[in-house]
C-alpha cells in the first residue's frame, strides 16, 4: 500500500497539472502539512470509530506543495495554525456540519502568483463532507468551508481540507496525521477534476506525513 498511494498520487497530480493548463485563469491553493512536537490523541476505542481528533499543541508544518499551487504563498517548513486543535467529526460517516467550526492560518512567505509576501489567509472550516472508516487503524475526514485573504485576493472562496490520520500499531501507539488543501479561484474545473485532486493529495499527504511520526507518544481519550 505504501508504494501504491505515492504513485497513485504522482499520477493524479500530472493530472490535475494538465488540467490546469487548460485553465490559465485559475489561481490554486494546493499544499500537504504534517505534524511534528504534539501528542496526537483522539476520541473513541480505536482511530477507525473516533469521533474527534485533537492536534494538541501539533507544530504543522508544509510537507509538500501540489504542482499547480501557484497562489499559496508558501515554502516547505512554513507554519500553519488551526484553532481550535480538537477537531469534532462525529460517529457518522455521511455529510453532517461541523458541532464548531475549524479555522486554519497562515502567511505567506514567498511572492506567488497573486500572492504578496506577508498576505494572511484564513479559511474557515464548517462542513463534514465524509469520514472515511473502512482502514484498520487509519481514519480521513473530508471537510468544507471557505478561504479568504488580506490583499483581497481569496474572498469566501470554496476550500476543501482532507484531515487524514495512521495509527500503524494499532491503539497506543505513535499516531501520524496530515492535512491537505485544495482550493481554486477562478475557472472551476469540471467535478472529475475535483475528485482526481482529492484522492491524488490524499496520498501526497500521506506519504509526505511519515517523515513526521517519530518517537511521538499516542493517547486515545
Known amino acids: 500500500m505504501r508504494k501504491i498511494v505515492p504513485a497513485l498520487a504522482a499520477a493524479v ?27 496526537l490523541s483522539y476520541t ?8 474527534a481528533f485533537d492536534l494538541d499543541g501539533s507544530i504543522l508544518e508544509v ?27 462525529g460517529a457518522g460517516s455521511g455529510k453532517s456540519v461541523l458541532p464548531f467550526s475549524i479555522t486554519k492560518e497562515w502567511t505567506a512567505s514567498v511572492a506567488e502568483g497573486v500572492t504578496p ?10 462542513n463534514v463532507l465524509r469520514v472515511d472508516r473502512t482502514a484498520p487503524n487509519a481514519i480521513t475526514v473530508f471537510l468544507a468551508g471557505t478561504v479568504s485573504d488580506t490583499a483581497g ?6 476550500a476543501f481540507l482532507i484531515l487524514q490520520a495512521n495509527q500503524v500499531g494499532g491503539p497506543g501507539t505513535v499516531i501520524s496525521s496530515s492535512f491537505t488543501n485544495t482550493t ?4 472551476v474545473p469540471e467535478p472529475a477534476t475535483w475528485v482526481m485532486m482529492l484522492l491524488g493529495f490524499v496520498g501526497l499527504g500521506y506519504a509526505a506525513v511519515r517523515r513526521s511520526a517519530k518517537d511521538r507518544p499516542a493517547l486515545a481519550i
Open 117 to 126: 509576501v506577508g498576505d494572511v489567509f484564513t479559511e474557515t472550516l464548517t
Open 184 to 187: 481554486v479561484l477562478g475557472t
Open 63 to 89: 510537507a509538500a506543495l501540489g504542482a499547480t499551487d501557484n497562489s499559496s504563498g508558501l515554502s516547505i517548513g512554513d507554519t500553519v495554525a488551526v484553532s481550535p486543535t480538537d477537531i469534532v467529526f
Open 153 to 158: 485576493n481569496f474572498t469566501d472562496v470554496p
Open 44 to 51: 473513541g476505542p480505536t482511530l477507525e470509530s473516533s469521533t
Open 13 to 39: 497530480i500530472a493530472t490535475i497539472g494538465a488540467s490546469s493548463a487548460a485553465h490559465a485563469a485559475v489561481n490554486v491553493i494546493n499544499f500537504a502539512v504534517g505534524d511534528s512536537g504534539g501528542i
